[in-house]
């Protein structure tokens, strides 16, 4: 089975400009997170859908941070414009809808300078 | 509430045992346990639910005390690839299940050397 695949990698931008990560979660897994993980720190959560929906994006800084799914399965995380304290490893996971088990993907490191 | 995790970090020889405390000030309706090594995500360790349920993963187990809100995680004759991260998260059910969400820990850095 297919894993939660992210990309890129790895991206360096300077403050002010614009970036977008993309997620492709394991098939069939209905519930999508992406968190944010500072080094040194736990993931955090920034939003969650439960298939093409929010069900929580209270922790999302909404005036820079925006998030989609489209239809249902792949989705996008989008900074504009992006801060120096954004930079950090941007974690995509996913479930099955009412299950608690969350598969993370390797993660999109993200250095602003 | 971010849930507190001690010790920060622990250094092990290759055969020691350890264990990971995880507490938090809100009433818990479970706890997950997850490992991420250098550079890699996390991965699932496993769930404890709210009854004081013990469960075990072979030579990993954990314990969860809903009245004490806290949970600790049991590593037994520790092996060289025990070494990483262990983070706790505590979940909070917000809609029977559908809308699960995770507060995790700041991590225990564990380190088994031969």
């Known amino acids: 089975e297919a894993g939660v695949a992210q990309s890129p990698r790895y991206k360096i931008i300077e403050k002010r400009q614009s970036v977008a990560f993309w997620c492709n979660p394991i098939?069939?897994?209905?519930?999508l997170y992406w968190y944010q993980q500072i080094l040194g720190q736990g993931p955090k959560l920034l939003i969650q859908?439960?298939?093409?929906?929010?069900?929580?994006d209270s922790q999302l800084p909404k005036d820079r941070f925006s998030a989609e799914r489209l239809k249902g399965v792949d989705s996008t995380l989008k900074i504009q414009p992006a801060k120096l304290e954004d930079s950090a490893v941007y974690l995509c996971a996913s479930s099955l809808a009412r299950s608690y088990e969350q598969y993370f993907g390797p993660g999109t490191r993200l250095t602003v300078t | 509430q971010q849930p507190v995790q001690s010790p920060q970090a622990v250094i092990l020889r290759e055969g020691e045992d350890a264990v990971i405390n995880c507490s938090s000030s809100?009433?818990?309706?479970?706890v997950h346990w997850y490992r991420q090594k250098h550079g890699e995500a996390p991965v699932f360790l496993m769930i404890?639910?709210?009854?004081?349920e013990q469960k075990g993963h072979e030579k990993i187990s954990a314990s969860f005390n809903e009245k004490k809100q806290q949970s600790s995680l049991y590593l037994t004759a520790s092996q060289l690839s025990y070494s990483g991260t262990y983070f706790c998260?505590?979940?909070?059910?917000?809609?029977?299940?559908?809308?699960?969400?995770?507060?995790f820990g700041k991590g225990t850095l564990l380190t088994v050397n031969p």
């Open positions: 404890l639910l709210k009854g004081g």
């Open positions: 098939s069939g897994h209905a519930t």
């Open positions: 859908f439960q298939n093409n929906g929010v069900v929580d």
């Open positions: 809100k009433a818990l309706y479970s």
């Open positions: 998260g505590t979940g909070e059910d917000q809609s029977g299940g559908s809308n699960y969400k995770l507060t």
